[in-house]
C-alpha cells in the first residue's frame, strides 16, 4: 500500500538560511507527487506537484522540489527562508486517483 | 481567487450529540471530499463525493458519519453521535476534476468533544 514518511517532524532554521524537507514514499509505480502547506489559521495550500517530465519542479513561494526515483524522495527545498516560511508541510501521494495519503509533517520553525 | 469556506471554525460539543460541519467548496468544482487530522496524528482520507453520491469512504466514515450536498452550493458532514475521538481539525476540499489533480482545502473546523 501506498505511503509516505516524513522524517522530520520539526526543523528549525535562521532567516536567510536554506531548507530542505525531506520526504519518501512507497508505492509501485511512478507516483504524484504533492507538497502542501499549512499555516497557522488557514487551510492547506497546494506548494507544488509532481506529476511527470522534469523531475525538478517549481511551486509557488520560492519552493522547488525535486523527484528522485532511485532514492523514493520528494525533497522540498528553499534556498533563502522567510520567517513567513513557518507553518507546517506536508507531502503527499495519490491513491486509487480518489484521495491523498498524507505524511505527519514537519513544523518548520524560522529564527530571526 | 475563489476559495473553499468551512464553517465553524471552532465547533464543541457533548459526547453522544450530533454535528454538522459546513463547507462551501469552489463555484464550478464537482469533486468534493472530506479529510481529518487528529492532533498530532496524519491527515486522513475519510470521503469523497460525486455526482450526489459517494464516490469512496474510508473505513473511518462509519455508519455515524454521513455526507449532503443540500443544496448547489454547500457540502455538509454529519456526525450522529460524537464520540470522544472524533475530536480532530475536519477539512473540506474540491476539484473540478476527477482523479488526483489538485485538490482545493478549506481552513478546516476544529471539533472538541468533551
Known amino acids: 500500500a501506498q505511503s509516505v514518511t516524513q522524517p522530520d517532524i520539526h526543523i528549525t532554521v535562521s532567516e536567510g538560511a536554506s531548507l530542505e524537507l525531506r520526504c519518501n514514499y512507497s508505492y509501485g509505480a511512478t507516483p504524484y507527487l504533492f507538497w502542501y502547506v499549512q499555516s497557522p489559521g488557514q487551510g492547506l495550500q497546494l506548494l507544488l506537484k509532481y506529476f511527470s517530465g522534469d523531475t525538478l519542479v517549481q511551486g509557488i513561494k520560492g519552493f522547488e522540489a525535486e523527484f528522485k526515483r532511485s532514492q523514493s524522495s520528494f525533497n522540498l527545498r528553499k534556498p533563502s527562508v522567510h520567517w513567513s516560511d513557518a507553518a507546517e508541510y506536508f507531502c503527499a501521494v495519490p491513491y486509487n486517483n480518489r484521495k491523498l495519503i498524507w505524511g505527519l509533517g514537519t513544523s518548520l520553525a524560522v529564527n530571526p | 481567487e475563489p476559495e473553499v469556506t468551512q464553517t465553524p471554525s471552532h465547533q464543541v460539543t457533548q459526547m453522544g450529540q450530533e454535528v454538522i460541519l459546513r463547507c462551501v467548496p469552489i463555484s464550478n468544482h464537482l469533486y468534493f471530499y472530506w479529510y481529518r487530522q487528529i492532533l498530532g496524528q496524519k491527515v486522513e482520507f475519510l470521503v469523497s463525493?460525486?455526482?450526489?453520491?459517494?464516490?469512496?469512504k474510508s473505513e473511518i466514515f462509519d455508519d455515524q458519519f454521513s455526507v449532503e450536498r443540500p443544496d448547489g452550493s454547500n457540502f455538509t458532514l454529519k456526525i450522529r453521535s460524537t464520540k470522544l475521538e472524533d475530536s480532530a481539525m475536519y477539512f473540506c476540499?474540491?476539484?473540478?476534476?476527477?482523479?488526483?489533480?489538485?485538490?482545493?482545502f478549506g481552513p478546516g473546523t476544529r471539533l472538541t468533544v468533551t
Open positions: 463525493f460525486y455526482n450526489n453520491e459517494i464516490s469512496e
Open positions: 476540499a474540491s476539484s473540478d476534476r476527477g482523479g488526483i489533480y489538485e485538490q482545493y
